[in-house]
């Protein structure tokens, strides 16, 4: 009994000490409403709107104090910075990602958006030779390809009023993903969008869940729950799609020599998809070992044959499951906030219509990589869209050393939100920065002079490694669907959702008619 007291007294008194000592100095403000021992812990339990609307508020909130802000889950601390200078000081110095990453790591592993720093930097610069502009011009026709699907399959929803554009383009953006990924061919599609992208949306429902249940934060409890035999459930089904996809493309590649099927020098517009090049990257070493490099072998091979490293089996899934989860999500759902903008400013989309038509005039012919670094306003729409409706509204580090800001020193052990949704609400954006006006990215008398104003891709050295991929995509999406249709939209009624992924509830209201 005598223990139970003392460790009752212990308790109490810790929780008073917690909350009545005196604030540092150079602490930041903090947000209204934290209760003893679970701090601010009871604001965040509802459901994704909820959850969305109360980190809407404690973005808006840190930008009237001046960037700066601290929430207490608990008695652990969580900074919410929405200043884009402190942002990249911390994004540049806090390179590991926040405790709740570690809940993807399970599934994601060492791939880029789950790892350690101190790996994150090799496997980072191996990766990037493989994103470079020069890769992504081989996609385009690929991308033209599936674009023009994407219209077959939306024709039948012409004139039939509003429909749910969300489930087209999950599947479309899936399957370019995975083809320029994985290399997957058309009649082995059916099971990355069936099995894997259905098993893919309730993992990161799982992921949002745990982190908002923040007892499920603790393993020990985590473990024990259903939650967890779910995604137990889930990353078998992933695991054994994407195993059996990797183990078909490595005997393809031997049965054809070594050749990637989709990728014939000879031929134009075929390309190299990323297994494609991670698997003869490792068979390259195995047979060059360290000896010197062939001046003929690939960049990408070459520059990690230079770095003393290729990656193994579990390696090269951890990195193709990141490039396809990261890449799907955002896409798609950045694409659905296009056609609503798009469809409720018809002003925009003749404009886009315009420009469509002075690059290439001929409605049948593909885009080419020419004409896309012409369809500079179509790239504006894009990037406002970005801005006003930040589909990857923040982003989490993990301060392992005090950091000192202009006028606060966030502590070690902390935890810290850098708001790209907050940065793109920034007054530096002036008086009309809630308006949708693509225009401003040419007035280049009122356009904020911060480097870092447009954070939508993240801010800092691990910012995103699929940028120009997809806004390339993103493109040609743009291009094939104001040219087939008039899209309309209302996007007043507009309600979004967070699944990390900012996601619109409404995404069933997009029409469709056919353009004369
Ligand atoms: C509109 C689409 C996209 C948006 C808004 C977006 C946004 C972002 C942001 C904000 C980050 C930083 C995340 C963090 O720090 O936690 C990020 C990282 C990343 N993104 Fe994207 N992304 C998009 C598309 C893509 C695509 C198409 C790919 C792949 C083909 C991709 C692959 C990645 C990867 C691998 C990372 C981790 C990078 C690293 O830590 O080195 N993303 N993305």
């Known amino acids: 009994m005598s223990v139970i007291a003392s460790i009752l007294i212990f308790c109490i008194v810790f929780i008073l000490w917690f909350w009545l000592r005196p604030r540092s100095p150079n602490a930041p403000p903090c947000y209204p409403g934290a209760l003893p021992i679970i701090g601010h812990g009871h604001q965040i339990f509802g459901n994704r709107k909820h959850l969305w609307k109360y980190l809407e508020k404690i973005f808006q909130y840190s930008l009237e104090k001046g960037g700066v802000l601290e929430v207490w889950l608990a008695t652990h601390s969580v900074y919410v910075i929405t200043d884009p200078d402190e942002i990249l000081t911390v994004a540049n110095t806090c390179l590991n990602k926040a405790y709740f990453y570690e809940f993807g790591k399970e599934y994601f592993k060492n791939g880029l958006i789950t790892s350690e720093a101190s790996i994150w930097r090799n496997h980072r610069k191996l990766l990037d030779v493989a994103f470079t502009q020069k890769v992504l011009d081989t996609f385009v026709d690929e991308m033209n390809a599936q674009t023009r699907v994407l219209v077959t399959n939306l024709n039948v929803l012409v004139d039939k009023g509003p429909f749910d554009v969300r489930q087209y383009l999950i599947n479309y953006t899936l399957k370019i993903v995975s083809r320029t990924s994985l290399g997957l061919e ?70 054809n020599n070594n050749e990637s099927t989709q990728c014939d020098k000879a031929k134009p517009g075929k390309f190299k998809p990323a297994l494609d090049q991670i698997l003869q990257l490792v068979d390259k070493h195995h047979v060059f070992n360290d000896e010197e490099i062939p001046e003929t072998l690939d960049t990408f091979v070459a520059a990690a044959l230079e770095e003393h490293h290729v990656f193994n089996d579990g390696e090269i899934r951890e990195h193709l499951d990141t490039f396809v989860a990261a890449a799907y999500d955002t896409t798609s759902e950045t694409l659905i906030y296009v056609l609503l903008a798009i469809g409720s400013h018809p002003e925009v989309q003749e404009k886009i219509l315009k420009e469509i038509q002075e690059v290439q005039p001929n409605k049948n012919e593909d885009i080419s990589k020419y004409d896309l670094l012409r369809l500079v306003y179509v790239e504006a729409v894009i990037k406002e869209v970005l801005r006003l409706y930040s589909p990857l509204p923040g982003v989490a580090r993990k301060i392992e050393k005090d950091v000192k800001l202009k006028n606060y020193t966030l502590r070690a052990g902390s935890t810290c939100i850098l708001s790209l949704y907050g940065v793109a609400h920034h007054s530096m954006w002036g008086p009309d920065v809630n308006e949708f006006k693509p225009e401003r990215w040419f007035d280049v008398a009122n356009f904020p002079t911060n480097p870092n104003a447009f954070g939508a891709f993240g801010i800092g050295r691990r910012n995103c490694i699929g940028k120009q991929f997809a806004l390339t995509l993103m493109k040609l999406t743009v291009v094939y669907l104001v040219r087939n249709y008039h899209i309309s939209s209302d996007i007043s009624k507009l309600e979004s959702e967070y699944d990390i992924v900012l996601k619109a509830v409404s995404g069933h209201l997009i029409s469709i008619t056919y353009r004369e």
């Not at 990355?192 to 429902?205: F, G, H, N, R, T």
């Open 186 to 255: 058309a009649k082995d599609q059916t099971m990355i969008d069936e099995a894997y992208a259905d098993a893919l949306e309730d993992l990161i429902k799982v992921y949002c869940e745990r982190a908002q249940k923040v007892w499920l934060h603790l393993s020990c409890i985590y473990d024990r729950s259903s939650l967890r035999k779910k995604q137990d459930y889930l990353l078998k089904i992933m695991n054994n799609i994407i195993d059996a996809v990797i183990v078909k493309r490595r005997s393809d590649l031997k049965l």
